[in-house]
Structure formats: structure tokens, C-alpha cells
């Protein structure tokens, strides 16, 4: 039986510009390098100063424009977050988010919207990103659900893999009707 449902922020409930930031760059950029730092950011083990310095080394991008990529995420997938509203009257709802910020909470959403989660894990706060295992762990543990009673949505394909390796159900997310879909199914197949 399904009883909690876990989201991606960026990519999700947000367009991700740091993905497609990468996606734009040179065939002479070191993009993995790029994508490391990114990650050592999120999960607090860098400071902003050394991931921006960092990533200019790697890319050659100005670090002016990479803090804009990185700090401002504007747009909200209003339909997804119609759809948690509702989903909300019948499961624990969950938001689990490689960042290096506090942004989620002081920017993006309303305190309406996030009355909408019963949890927000973020990556700096916890000190780990997705795809470990402990992520997934430390989720599931804070909805008080076990992994098998949750369905994870990432527009991630190594993010749901991961998460399904821990015991959850997992959406690839693409865009939102193929993911209502989805899960639908899911939680129609989880009622019987």
C-alpha cells in the first residue's frame, strides 16, 4: 500500500537551469567537472565562492551568470502543485531536493505551498545528495513510511533508479500529463 509521495524540486515542481546550463556548454567545457562541483555545493561541502570559481575554471562561464542560474529558479509548476493538493488529502507528501541553499523555503514557494509537504529534505541540510541511499532512508524514516510505501518523481532516470534500489516506486518525470499518468496506475495497481 502506497502512503507517501516523495518530489524532486528542480525539474519537477521547477524548471532545472542549472541542467540546461550544462546541456549549452562547449564540447571543450569540462562538464563532469562542472556537474562534481555542483554536487560538493549542494550537499555544503564547498562554499558558494569556490563552487562559482570552480565552475568558471571548468567552463568558462562568468560566475556572475552561473550565481544567476543557480539562484533563481522562477518557475513553478503550478499544475503539479494542484495535483499535491489534492493528493494530499490521502498521502504523506514529501519534497526531496539536491540544494545547496535554503531557497525552496524563502523564495520559491508560499508558506501556503509549503504547508503542502509534510517534509522537505534538502541535500545541505543533511549533508548528502541523490542518488545515496541514505537520502532515500532519511526520507522515508522522517514520513514515518517504510521505502516500499512511497512513490519517488525525479527527472533524474539515475534518481528513480537509486530510489527504487532502496525498496520505493519510482516516476521518471518528464512533463506532467505523462507523470499524472503514471501514477495514476501506480496507485490504482497499490489499492487493490
Not at 119 to 147: C, N, R
Request: charged fraction near 30%; include cysteine.
Amino acid at each position: 500500500m502506497i502512503k507517501a509521495i516523495i518530489f524532486d524540486c528542480f525539474g519537477v515542481l521547477t524548471r532545472d537551469s542549472w541542467l540546461a546550463f550544462c546541456d549549452s556548454l562547449p564540447p571543450e567545457a569540462n562538464v563532469p567537472r562542472a556537474r562534481e562541483l555542483n554536487k560538493a555545493y549542494d550537499a555544503g561541502l564547498i562554499s558558494k565562492e569556490e563552487f562559482l570559481k570552480g565552475v568558471h575554471e571548468a567552463t568558462g562561464a562568468y560566475p556572475e551568470d552561473v550565481e544567476l542560474i543557480v539562484d533563481n529558479e522562477t518557475y513553478k509548476n503550478t499544475h503539479l502543485l494542484e495535483l499535491i493538493k489534492e493528493l494530499k488529502t490521502r498521502y504523506k507528501i514529501g519534497m526531496l531536493s539536491n540544494i545547496a541553499t535554503n531557497w525552496v523555503r524563502e523564495t520559491f514557494l508560499t508558506p501556503q505551498e509549503q504547508q503542502l509537504f509534510d517534509i522537505m529534505i534538502f541535500s545541505f541540510e543533511v549533508g548528502t545528495t541523490k542518488p545515496d541511499p541514505k537520502i532515500y532512508k532519511i526520507a522515508s524514516e522522517k514520513l514515518d513510511v517504510e521505502p516500499n510505501e512511497c512513490i519517488f518523481i525525479d527527472d533524474i532516470e539515475r534518481y528513480c533508479a537509486a530510489a527504487q534500489e532502496c525498496g520505493m516506486q519510482a516516476i521518471w518525470y518528464k512533463d506532467f500529463k505523462q507523470t499524472k499518468q503514471e501514477l495514476e496506475v501506480l496507485l490504482a495497481s497499490a489499492d487493490h
